[in-house]
Each structure stands twice: as structure tokens, then as C-alpha cells.
T-cell receptor
Framework: DGGITQSPKYLFRKEGQNVTLSCEQN?????MYWYRQDPGQGLRLIYY???????QKGDIAEGYSVSREKKESFPLTVTSAQKNPTAFYLC?????????????FGPGTRLTVL | DQQVKQNSPSLSVQEGRISILNCDYT??????FLWYKKYPAEGPTFLIS?????DKNEDGRFTVFLNKSAKHLSLHIVPSQPGDSAVYFC???????????FGTGTRLKVLA
């Protein structure tokens, strides 16, 4: 049963701590993405990766870091440098050969920094 | 600089009637447009997409129209059902960049 998994669903951290959000896909997709959703702001792109060992900054990359060591995995680290980390984080993936360009999304992780 | 805009934050429609959600864009280099549906605390799910070389694409109750000269697309849902109540996002991509740009969403409420 193919799909994208994000864990955990809810995450709580103290201010000043780094935290890593997991994203795994078994769809054999080459491209993976991280978005952040805040109320009234839609989905904003944090980082994306077209292939293994390569990634690009999105529109709001400051305070975040990623790695893409395996095709299936694209973890996101929210560092203490991120000024307002409390948000709903969404991971997505797509295959470059798809004609309809559909992105598949995971269920999301809600991060709350106390 | 918001390249994809959804100017209506919310829309209410009676069950059985047509829902029309609108989206405007500024970048003429986009070559694909997509619509997604999202429930609270869940990931968006894909509804329908359209290539920039077409002006209409239909899938069941969902039809997307593209007006390139006006840089405008719309999603029509006919007939609307209570289960359609959700936030709808339009998105655009220039395929060679792999980068999707999303609008801010429109919350649709279908009244029974």
C-alpha cells in the first residue's frame, strides 16, 4: 500500500530545541517537498529535492535544514534559529514523469513550540 | 510577490447548486495548474489538473477552466454536496523548476 508517511502527528518542543520531522515515501517518487501551513497563508515551500543528495531552498528556508540521503526519505530539521516554528508541516512527493503533475501529500505534523 | 492568488477566502453554496472557485496567476511561464482539496489537520488531496495548452478539463463533478489571456482559472463543482465542504487550493508549476506555487485557499461550505 503506497503512500507518504509523516511522524509524529503531533509534536511538542521547548523553545531553543532543534526538532526533526520525518517524511518517508514508498511511491518511488524522485522529487520531495516540505511545506508549512499557517492560518490564512496557504502552503509555503520550505525546501525541495529533485534527486538524492541534492535539494534547493524554497521561499521560507531560513531556520530549517534538510537532507536527502535516500530516495525514500526527506527529513526536515526545525532549528532554534526559526523565529516562529509553531505550524502545520506537510511533506509531499511527485514523480517527474507524471503527466498530470500530481503531488501526493502526507498527513502532516503539527509542531507546537512551548 | 504572490504569483498565485485566490481572492475569495470563503464561499457558501446550497447543496445541489454549482460551486465556482477562482484563482488568478501572474507568471505566464506556468505550464500546469492543479486544484487540491484539504480538510483540517490533513494533507491536501489532488482533485484535477490542466495543462496550459488546454482550456478545459473535466473529471466527474469537477471541471477546471483556464483562460490564459486573463491568467485566470476556475474550478466548477456540479452538483455541490455537503462532503465537498473543505478548503480548496489552486497551485501552479513550471515543470522544469519542479517548484509548485500555491494560492492561499478558499474555504467552501456547502449547505444542506
Amino acid at each position: 500500500d503506497g503512500g507518504i508517511t509523516q511522524s509524529p502527528k503531533y509534536l511538542f518542543r521547548k523553545e531553543g530545541q532543534n526538532v526533526t520531522l520525518s517524511c518517508e515515501q514508498n511511491l518511488n517518487h524522485d522529487a520531495m517537498y516540505w511545506y508549512r501551513q499557517d492560518p490564512g497563508q496557504g502552503l509555503r515551500l520550505i525546501y525541495y529535492s529533485q534527486i538524492v543528495n541534492d535539494f534547493q531552498k524554497g521561499d521560507i528556508a531560513e531556520g530549517y535544514s534538510v537532507s536527502r540521503e535516500k530516495k525514500e526519505s526527506f527529513p526536515l530539521t526545525v532549528t532554534s534559529a526559526q523565529k516562529n516554528p509553531t505550524a502545520f508541516y506537510l511533506c509531499a512527493s511527485t514523480h517527474s514523469a507524471r503527466r498530470d503533475n500530481e503531488q501526493f501529500f502526507g498527513p502532516g505534523t503539527r509542531l507546537t513550540v512551548l | 510577490d504572490q504569483q498565485v492568488k485566490q481572492n475569495s477566502p470563503s464561499l457558501s453554496v446550497q447543496e445541489g447548486r454549482i460551486s465556482i472557485l477562482n484563482c488568478d496567476y501572474t507568471n505566464s511561464m506556468f505550464d500546469y495548474f492543479l486544484w487540491y482539496k484539504k480538510y483540517p489537520a490533513e494533507g491536501p488531496t489532488f482533485l484535477i489538473s490542466i495543462s496550459s495548452i488546454k482550456d478545459k478539463n473535466e473529471d466527474g463533478r469537477f471541471t477546471v477552466f483556464l483562460n490564459k489571456s486573463a491568467k485566470h482559472l476556475s474550478l466548477h463543482i456540479v452538483p455541490s454536496q455537503p462532503g465537498d465542504s473543505a478548503v480548496y487550493f489552486c497551485a501552479a508549476i513550471r515543470r522544469e523548476t519542479y517548484k509548485y506555487i500555491f494560492g492561499t485557499g478558499t474555504r467552501l461550505k456547502v449547505l444542506a
